[in-house]
């Protein structure tokens, strides 16, 4: 397949874009519906294959694990190689893969085919995002663009509970996994005949950095393993803690390597840029505050409010319905206030929810319904409006890494809420936290849990948070810190 040699026309519209933006959403789709698909399927599976609790957590996690760990080699692999044709590669083993759930007959099989979607997603995902950014020249059709992607996949993840229950009701679990094949299938028609080819002066030509892609891997599968040991061995058991020192050396191990290397997988001086800096700082503070959040209040609602699980369903609704009817308020929201003022906004707003949930949370539901509205709401817009400026911040031939950085910020955040979420409830909270029953001993020890944990993440949220906004900031002091390769985009 050969690269093209002039840029196509950039479309003026939505509209002259509809089979591009038609096949991206449906890799966004998959994203959000593939893991909340199964764990409604996770009981039924454990049952048909005599799946042991370690097996069922491995069905989810070791997709995740795969998934976050191989994102930024497949960035930098995708602006090396051309990222239509890294992506359409990804959407043929994400149908390769899917197919193969008929023929499970085994907790091992399943996770082997998870493993391998886990690496389609990582081939897919960021560079989604990346497409998406150059299909468009104007930041205001890249932020419509963007939402419109992400609404489609946030309908899915509403909506895609309920219809896996109701699959369930009629036909096999494989049924589920399979739908992934018409949706690859239906990504796959939509890039190739929607998006040209890369263009030869829009990659770079430098020589894949596989040492920085083996540290950086480890590093990242480190980061989101740890979270689950200290969750499930607790924070006096010694396997945690290595692993936590073994993901620091590797960390420190990748960025040595990266300041050394002369083609580095990640060039820290783009990572240093203050749209990207800054916008990566957001992305970490919004996913900091929304794992922990999603994380107590769902133990809240269930266990110590005693509420049935639909019934909590219900109460989760508030996030649900901002999360997809703010979509279409993110492109005037950004038009009247800027996309960097945007960016932090919205990002505090997350800090805000979290801040109102760990004080409140326990006075009764309405706070906890606010909590939920401010999340979802600076949750909605800073997920699109932080990814743009870091793509804005980067030149055009590391665009697709810019995304999977993104991405992995967002990842690895979201296991360290949980992590010190889980870790504050395991050293407060005595007995069973899952009994049905808790005496007042037990609920008191949950909301200092709650009030602790949650002040924790809100602390380092905002620390993020600030840092950002000082990025931010130095993008008017300072006319050098316009983005590397490319010009100031006009406002949207």
Partial sequence: MREETAPPRSPRSLREAWVALAGLSAVFLFEMLDNSILNVALPTIGRELHASTTALQWMTGAYSVVFGGLMLAFGAISDRFGRRRI???????????????????????????????????????????????????????????????????????????????????????????????????????????????????????????????????????????????????????????????????????????????????????????????????????????????????????????????ALAAVGMLPQVVVLVAAGPLIGPFVKRVGLDRAAWLSAAAVVCGLAVYSLLGGFGYGWVAVALVLVAAGMRVVGVVAGVNVLRGLPKNRTTIGAALVDTATEVTSGIGIAVTGTVLAALFTGDIATSHWSAQQTAQFQQAVTIAGLTLTGAAAALVGHGILRTRRLADDPAATPVGAALPAEV
């Fill in 87 to 309: 992506m359409l590669v990804g959407l043929i083993l994400l149908g390769v893969a899917s197919l193969a759930t008929a023929f499970v007959t085994s907790a091992e099989q399943l996770i082997a085919v998870r493993v391998a979607m886990g690496v389609a997603a990582a081939m897919t995902t960021p560079g989604s995002m990346a497409l998406a950014f150059r299909l468009f020249d104007e930041d205001g059709l890249r932020i419509r663009a963007t939402t419109l992607i992400t609404t489609v996949g946030l309908v899915g993840l509403a909506i895609g509970p309920t219809v896996g229950g109701l699959v369930l009701a009629i036909a096999p679990w494989q049924v589920l996994l399979l739908a992934n094949v018409p949706i690859a299938v239906l990504a796959a028609i939509g890039v190739r005949f929607g998006i040209a080819a890369d263009v030869a002066a829009d990659l770079h030509r430098d020589p894949v950095d596989i040492a920085g892609a083996v540290l950086g891997t480890a590093t990242i599968v480190l980061a989101l393993v740890v979270p689950t040991l200290f969750v499930d061995e607790g924070a006096g058991a010694w396997i945690p803690w290595a692993a936590t020192a073994a993901a620091l050396v590797a960390a420190v191990l990748f960025v040595l390597r990266e300041r050394s290397a002369r083609y580095p997988l990640l060039d820290l001086g783009l990572v240093a840029h203050p749209r990207v800096s800054s916008g990566l700082a957001f992305k970490a503070a919004a996913g900091l505050a929304t794992a922990g959040l999603g994380y107590l209040v769902t133990l809240q609602l269930q266990l110590d409010w005693g509420w049935p699980p």
